[in-house]
């Protein structure tokens, strides 16, 4: 039965594609004569409305997501070969946990971990080196200073802001100055063109002052998020390892990590162009990503969800279909938390989900914990995942 | 069998699991479509298909085309499905009846159809298809624009591009012609 009901579905489907034969076609003729549910069946499978109905039912069984569990049976088949890599994780890990208990009274520990329990979320905290190698704390503290050329440098709330109004030294070099936010931290500029940028946890930028000669260059190390200001003779170029971002005016995500092994640029708004090292050069349309693949060496675009790789910046962890490990990956550079895995299997576990960032990590590892099967055991700033 | 089909076939013997989630792309929610026709229960169905897809793992070295690998998925869902009716005929709301006996015949003919349309479809580049899709729900321009988050002339440029492509595949899709 099955084979027979699988050549009438092709020849079907051939009907449909427009290259059936004669001979075919006969076949087809009888079968739709042969019943009248035959030939009903034929009517519905060339109408619009049974194809619609089906696709709802598709997705009803894909939101399933069956195939991570498939893969894990697959998986129990390769163990033999992981063996090795498991132990050499063991091995190096014993050592540090033996040195933390060794050294520390008790009453210590317990009060290390009693007051790094909460694992409150990042304060906004960086640094500005200024062009002199000076370095300046920008907490929450309200400051104005100036700048050698003139420029004043204005640090309110959680955001730095260039103004160059007052600019008087016209000097011909260009003064570079520095933002370096850590782990756990967030914060905003104002650059003396008008560009926004909002620089994410382990991020960097490096810019002029003011910015002089036909290029507006700045250099950025981890995640930053642009809102340029539109200056068509003065393009704006973002360098980000060994790739370049070349704007007009535009909003655009750049991500850059030293750890991860792409740098990724997203575009919301406007019009840019990407390119690595001497490569080719992709122009961008809103809700593309350039993505660069440091190990392999090549680049694609793609259309992505850009909420999915922007929400950072209004205060919201957005995933879908994530990896648990990429997710730890991400709190642990926000709140400033290791994450080690007692189970390998949890790692490829997929979430999907919209979080606020800023609730205290207890919160957002307890929401994950009801989204999956999935444990975290809060000890001091190391949490234990199974 | 396309070159395609070939590489799934290939890297399915060479134990690549990428064939197998490509197998799970195509297959999977027609298969549980069809397991759903016998077991009533969404559920079920979706246990029965992902046994299957595990089978057809340990057994990859027995299939030489895409069409032997299309062969056993119905017909060892099938199998599973009339097993657990068998089993669970005192508790399960809806037995192997009349129904099921006369019609089943079509069941396979109904899902694979659609299926094959479907991977038509899932074959355009990303952004078509994204429009195509929602075109066939019925949503207008405007709506699928803003869903998608881009201007409104790129959906109707998507959606004539999607339309000219899909009118040489499956020129015979009446329906087309009124999208």
């Known amino acids: ?336 938390v290791e994450f080690f895995f007692e189970n390998n299997d949890v790692r490829n576990i997929e979430f999907t989900g919209r979080l606020k960032r800023y609730e205290s990590a207890r919160n957002l590892l307890k929401i994950l914990e009801e989204m999956e099967d999935v444990k975290f055991r809060i000890k001091g700033k190391v949490v234990f995942v199974k | 069998m396309n070159i395609d089909e070939q590489n799934i076939i290939q890297g399915l013997k060479k134990g690549k699991e990428k064939s197998l989630k490509t197998l799970y792309d195509r297959f999977f929610p027609a298969l549980c479509s069809y397991a759903y026709k016998y077991v009533k229960d969404e559920m079920i169905a979706g246990d029965i298909v992902q046994e299957v897809y595990i089978k057809i793992w340990y057994k990859r070295k027995n299939f030489d085309s895409i069409y032997s690998i299309r062969s056993y998925f119905y017909l060892s869902v099938r199998n599973s499905c009339l097993n657990y009716i068998r089993d669970n005929s005192r508790h399960v709301k809806v037995d192997l009846d009349e129904e099921i006996i006369s019609k089943e015949e079509n069941f396979v003919v109904e899902e694979e159809v659609h299926r094959m349309i479907r991977q038509e479809i899932d074959n355009l580049p990303d952004a078509m298809r994204r429009v195509f899709n929602l075109t066939l729900m019925d949503m207008s321009v405007a709506e699928i624009a803003e869903a998608l988050h881009v201007s409104v002339s790129t959906v109707k440029n998507q959606r004539m591009r999607a339309r000219e492509i899909l009118r040489e595949k499956l020129k015979d899709w009446v329906f087309l012609f009124f999208i």
Not at chain 1, 33 to 61: A, G, I, M, Q, R
Not at chain 1, 168 to 197: F, H, I, M
Not at chain 1, 288 to 315: A, C, F, P
């Open chain 1, 1 to 336: 039965m099955n084979n027979s009901q699988l050549n009438i579905a092709d020849l079907i489907f051939s009907y449909i594609r427009g290259n059936i034969s004669e001979e075919e076609k006969e076949l087809l003729d009888k079968w739709r004569k042969s019943s009248p549910e035959n030939e009903n069946l034929f009517k519905n499978l060339c109408s619009k409305e049974s194809f619609t109905t089906k696709l709802e039912t598709y997705k009803v069984f894909l939101a399933q997501s069956r195939y991570q569990n498939i893969q894990k049976h697959i998986k129990r088949q390769k163990v033999r070969t992981i063996y090795r890599y498991s132990s050499i994780a063991a091995a190096l890990v014993l050592p540090l946990m033996v040195f933390y208990f060794f050294f520390s009274s008790p009453d210590e520990l317990s009060e290390r971990i009693a007051e790094v329990e909460q694992l409150a979320p990042g304060k906004p905290s960086a640094i500005l080196h200024t062009a002199e190698g000076g370095e300046i704390t920008l907490e929450a503290k309200d400051f104005e200073i100036k700048d050698k050329t003139g420029a004043k440098i204005v640090n309110k709330g959680n955001s730095l802001v260039y103004n160059k109004d007052s600019v008087s030294d016209d000097a011909a070099k260009e003064r570079y100055n520095k933002v370096e936010v850590p782990r756990g931290g967030e914060y905003q500029l104002v650059l003396s063109d008008g560009t926004r940028v909002w620089l994410n946890s382990e991020s960097s930028i490096k810019y002029p002052v003011v910015f002089k000669g036909d290029k507006r260059i700045v250099k950025v190390a981890g995640e930053a998020y642009f809102d340029v200001a539109h200056n068509k003779e003065r393009p704006f170029i973002v360098v980000a390892g060994h790739t370049k971002v070349q704007v007009l005016g535009t909003e655009f995500n750049v991500r850059a990590y030293r750890d991860e092994d792409f740098i990724a640029t997203t575009l919301v708004e406007g019009s840019v162009r990407a390119w690595y090292k001497e490569g080719t050069a992709e122009t961008l349309k809103p809700s593309q990503q350039y993505m660069y693949d440091i190990k392999e060496n090549k680049h694609i675009v793609k259309n992505v969800d850009i909420e999915l790789y922007t929400s950072w910046r209004m205060g919201l962890f957005v995933f879908q279909k994530q990896k648990l490990e990429d997710i730890l990956n991400t709190i642990s550079r926000w709140y400033d």
